[in-house]
T-cell receptor, first 112, second 111 residues
Framework: DVKVTQSSRYLVKRTGEKVFLECVQD?????MFWYRQDPGLGLRLIYF???????EKGDIPEGYSVSREKKERFSLILESASTNQTSMYLC???????????FGSGTRLTVV | RKEVEQDPGPFNVPEGATVAFNCTYS??????FFWYRQDCRKEPKLLMS???SGNEDGRFTAQLNRASQYISLLIRDSKLSDSATYLC????????????FGTGTRLQVTL
């Protein structure tokens, strides 16, 4: 069964901390994505990557960065966490030229 | 204006009812369309793609109207297990595989 695994289901961090959210997929997919989901706002794209070491800004990249050193791993980094980054973070992957995303189960991040 | 707009609901329907959700999109260059389903506190999962000629998958029927930039999902003979949030999703030309999600329509099917 294909899988996208996010390292943590729940995280609580303090304002100003550097936060790493990890995502690993075992399907050899080229494309990987980070979204955040907030009530009333839906899923919003933060960053995506269509190849190793490649990254593209999504709709709301401010305050975030990403790293993709290996094909299977796509990391989201909050350089200095703030309370407005409290959210559900969802990682997804898809094969090249395919639009069928597989999502991870999400990380619910609370910044206090 | 949001790129993809949906009525948030909730739609409360009895078991066995037929229910329809609508969605509009603003980018006329959108070329691929989908419905995703998201259960409470779970990740979204692909329900079905939406084709220009309309398509059916069991009790689910999806329609696309490019002229009006409008997508619909019809669920017949609703089951309790259909209770979820339904996300309308589009992809625009030239955006690699990037998808844009609507905020979702919540469906609650009751006895």
């Amino acid at each position: 069964d294909v899988k996208v695994t996010q390292s943590s289901r729940y995280l609580v961090k303090r304002t100003g901390e550097k936060v790493f959210l990890e995502c690993v997929q075992d399907m050899d997919h080229e494309n990987m994505f980070w979204y955040r989901q907030d009530p009333g706002l839906g899923l919003r794209l933060i960053y995506f990557s269509y190849d190793v070491k490649m990254k593209e800004k999504g709709d709301i990249p401010e305050g975030y960065s990403v790293s993709r050193e290996k094909k299977e791993r796509f990391s989201l980094i909050l350089e200095s966490a703030s309370t407005n980054q409290t959210s559900m973070y969802l990682c997804a992957s898809s094969p090249q030229d395919s639009y069928g995303y597989t999502f991870g189960s999400g990380t619910r991040l609370t910044v206090v | 204006r949001k790129e993809v707009e949906q009525d948030p609901g909730p739609f409360n329907v009895p078991e066995g009812a037929t229910v329809a959700f609508n969605c509009t999109y603003s980018n006329s260059a959108s070329q691929s369309f989908f419905w995703y389903r998201q259960d409470c506190r779970k990740e979204p999962k692909l329900l079905m793609s939406v084709y220009s000629s309309g398509n059916e998958d069991g009790r689910f029927t999806a329609q696309l109207n490019r002229a009006s930039q409008y997508i619909s999902l019809l669920i017949r003979d609703s089951k309790l297990s259909d209770s979820a949030t339904y996300l309308c999703v589009v992809r625009a030309t030239g955006t690699a595989s990037k998808l844009t999600f609507g905020t979702g329509t919540r469906l609650q099917v009751t006895l």
